[in-house]
């Protein structure tokens, strides 16, 4: 069994940065594809953001040059690190081992004025 904790939302103005972490116990960490989504109440939850046990990064086109990606093997910890955020970055950001349907509990990002 994983356990994926989110941490690193909050309240911030448009234009700002954030950087969220995802902790990983158990499991096989460095084997995993690990994903970012995020959900807004009423829509599909979206993937935002991907990366491959070997490192490679994939991104949604809403995300593309403003969000990045990257992963810590040594903590078991995946990160997104989010620069020039707009309102309708607004959404419950989850962390996800893909394919295994192991989920965080997800952390709120809030992006206003």
């Known amino acids: 069994q994983v356990e994926l904790v989110e941490s690193g939302g909050g309240l911030v103005q448009p234009g700002g940065s954030l950087r969220l972490s995802c902790v990983a116990s158990?499991?096989?960490?460095?084997?995993?594809?690990m994903a970012w989504y995020r959900q807004v109440p009423g829509k599909q939850r979206e993937r935002v953001a991907a990366?491959?046990?070997?490192?490679?990064?994939i991104y949604g086109s809403s995300v593309k040059g403003r969000f990045t990606i990257s992963r810590d093997n040594a903590v078991n910890t995946v990160y997104l690190q989010m620069t020039s955020l707009r309102p309708e970055d607004t959404a419950v950001y989850y962390c996800?081992?893909?394919?295994?349907?192991?989920w965080g509990r997800g952390t709120q990002v809030t992006v206003s004025s």
């Open positions: 990366i491959t046990s070997a490192s490679t990064l």
């Open positions: 158990g499991g096989s960490f460095r084997l995993y594809t």
């Open positions: 996800s081992a893909e394919g295994y349907g192991y």
